[in-house]
Structure formats: C-alpha cells, structure tokens
C-alpha cells in the first residue's frame, strides 16, 4: 500500500518509524518543511520526500495522483483536515486522520448548546464518499481512535447495556527542566481544553458544558494512580454514539491544576486566539506565538520520564446480567518508546494506531465505504494486531458503583 503521508511532525515522524517495520507500506513523507519530511523519511530506504503545503487542495490530489497512492494519511492539526479530506476524495484515495474537522460553539449558548460539532464538516460530505466507494477513517489516533474501539469492544463482547461510556486520559509523564512544557501539540490542545466539553445523553443528544466542568478523580493502572480529571471538547463523544449503544458519553482529561491555571491565564489574555493580530506591522496569529515560544514536544523525549495512559472506562450489566464496570487501556512507557522508535510516549502511542488501521485495510480486515469512525468497525482484527506491534492493551475489571 502506498501512503501519502502528510505532516512530519513528532506523530508524522513516529508513524515513519513505525511504518518502517511492517511490510505492507509504502510512504511518500510530505511537509510544508522540506527537511522535516526529509528527517521523517529517513526511517526507512525507499521512502520519499516532497514538499506540500497541506492547505494547497490541488497539489494534494496532484501528488497523490502521480504517485499512485491508495490513501491519505493526515498527521497535520485539524486546521488542515478539510482541504487534506476533499482532497482525498478528489483523487478517489482512502483517508484517515487523527483530529476532525473544528468546531465552533454556539453563537449565544456556548456552554448549554452545540453549534457546528467537530467532524460536522466531514459528515456533511459523508453520501460523497459512499459514491466514490472510499473509505474516510477519520479520528484513528489513540484517543479518538483506540478508545473508540475499546468502546465497540466492550460493547460486543462485554456488555448486555452500556451505562456510561467514560473515555479517561491521565498519566505521571515529567519534562525535566521545564515549569511548562505540553507534551503534545499547543495549537490542538488549546483549541481542545478550552473549547466547550460536549456530553453525549440518550434521550437528550449532545450538549455542553463550560470548560473543565466536573472533576472527578481517576486512579489510573501501571502505577499512575489517582489523577483529578475534567471535561474536554474531544471527538470520541461525537462519534461513538453514532456506532455504539450507551446512556451516556463523556471524555475527561487528566490535565492537573498548574496546566489549567496555565490555560485559563491564555485564554483570559486572549492569546488563545487564531485570527491574527497587527504587530508592528506584522500579522500573527495569537496561539500561534504562544506555540513558537514553547519547546516543540517531539524534542523533548530524552528529558521526560514516566507512563501514559488511554483508555475507556465503561460501566452497565455485563452479558451474565450482573452490574459490571471496565477499563480498557493502553499504557506506554517513555522510556521504551524512546528508546525503541526514538519518539515520545504520547506521540508514539498516537501513531501507532492508523498504522495498524491502514495494515487492516490493506489486509481487507477492514473495509467500508463512506465517512467512518473506529467504533463502525470489527474491533477483534485492530486489537490482535495492535498486540502483535508489541504493545498490548489491557482490561481491567473494577468494582462497580455501590459494591465497592
């Protein structure tokens, strides 16, 4: 299968790498910086690099028409999804990405109501892509992405009826040497943490919350321990319920009260703003100096330490009709992924996973046509396989609400 990867980011960059070890792919590296798609490209002899500016529709298709290519693999922020998505659909390519298109809250009641949902724009588009007979994964990361599967899987294997699907990210990582240093990308965890939470209720549909609205603690497996977590704006609240049968849906992130404190203080500022800003006679875009002025995460592997964890806490009555609460989760240890693939924790446990999505379609395990997400899938082939990429996940059973 020939890949047309988009980004050489730190994800785009541990994709590479893990790509490189599985037979079935074939890439071709493309970033607006050519030395990045060059560095990303490097991991395995064979692989090309071009440049691209993901924005630019038409070279998009153009490249993936000359090189043949059976798929688009967006490992870009969400601001280019939609040009990489039409794109896509253009040249009659597979696509996967792991961020959906933005969103955008509601014009008076952004904390009570929706307004255009993330991958709104991308559903929108959803008969187009069943007319062309391609496949448009879209949020196949870890989270969204594994924890959608575990989502499917827990509901086909594990479950009679599903309660509360709770997706949970925490995790122990330290950056040595930094008071503030997010370990994955500014622009997007900005636009997550401060953007209104969407919850998902039957009978109710989606609605919203402010941001990090009802912390709850979270005891994490590996050691992590408790961690306080709170409502984000993520895509798995949007796209489970489409596949999956619940009462509710939520995700809470696991962020610490220093990194909230450190998020409010940008937005009370404004410097979490994209439109840009006249500065002495240069246009600039808020967030997007806030994200030059602070360490890129693919750089800071070596001076981080510790675990992280996704996963996807469920609760209801289990197929013997007693009351049952699960986590499925997926821990990665720094240390390993740094020392195994060269990349951070968080970036190697998000690439790993439409690696494994693209082998299953090259495989034809998995295969569809139209706008889909993990959840629409068969989970048992992604979870052998992930296993098989030497890193397996875990269910933990716990004691459910009122028996502990």
Not at 19 to 46: I, M, P, S, T, W
Not at 139 to 160: H, K, M, N, Q
Not at 367 to 382: D, K, M, N, R, Y
Request: proline share 6%; with cysteine.
């Amino acid at each position: 299968m020939r890949i047309l990867l988009v980004g050489a980011g730190g994800v785009g960059t541990a994709f590479a790498r893990i790509a490189a070890r599985r037979e079935f792919a074939d890439l071709v590296v493309a970033d607006y910086d050519l030395a990045r798609a060059q560095h990303a490209a490097a991991a395995k002899d064979g692989y090309r690099a071009v440049r691209l500016d993901a924005r630019d529709e038409r070279a998009t298709a153009a490249l993936l028409a000359g090189y043949s290519c059976d798929a688009l693999m967006n490992a870009t922020d969400p601001r280019s999804a939609m040009p990489l998505f039409r794109s896509a659909l253009t040249a009659g390519t597979h696509y996967l990405d792991m961020a959906m298109s933005l969103s955008r809250p509601h014009p008076d009641e952004p904390y009570a109501k929706t307004g255009v949902k993330l991958g709104d724009e991308q559903f929108a588009m959803a008969q187009e892509w069943e007319r062309s007979g391609r496949l448009a994964l879209v949020g196949i990361g870890v989270e969204p992405g594994l924890s959608d599967v575990f989502a499917r899987y827990a509901a086909d294997t594990l479950f009679r009826e599903i309660g509360e699907i709770g997706v949970r990210d925490g995790a122990n990582l330290v950056v040595a040497g930094y008071d503030f240093a997010p370990t994955f990308s500014i622009w997007t965890t900005i636009e997550e943490c401060l953007n209104p939470p969407v919850i998902w209720e039957d009978g109710r549909g989606w609605y919203t919350t402010p941001p990090f609205s009802e912390p709850e603690t979270f005891t994490f497996p590996a050691g992590i321990g408790p961690v306080e977590c709170v409502n984000v704006e993520h895509e798995e609240v949007l796209l489970i319920p489409r596949w999956v049968s619940a009462k509710r849906v939520t995700f809470k992130y696991g962020l610490g009260a220093e990194f909230i404190r450190v998020l409010q203080t940008l937005h009370e500022l404004g410097l979490d703003r994209t439109d840009p800003v006249s500065v002495g006679g240069a246009s600039v875009s808020p967030r997007d100096v806030v994200a030059a002025c602070l360490p890129d995460p693919a750089t800071l592997g070596a001076k981080m330490t510790g675990l992280t964890c996704a996963g996807t806490w469920v609760t209801g009555t289990g197929t013997d009709g007693a009351q049952r609460e699960v986590y499925l989760h997926h821990v990665v240890d720094n240390a390993w992924s740094m020392a195994e693939y060269g990349s951070t924790a968080v970036v190697w446990q998000t690439a790993v996973n439409p690696v494994v999505a693209l082998e299953l379609i090259d495989s034809g395990a998995w295969s569809g046509a139209g706008v889909l997400g993990p959840e629409a899938l068969p989970p048992g082939p992604f979870l052998g396989l992930l296993t098989d990429y030497g890193s397996p996940w875990a269910c933990e059973e716990r004691a459910p609400a009122g028996q502990q």
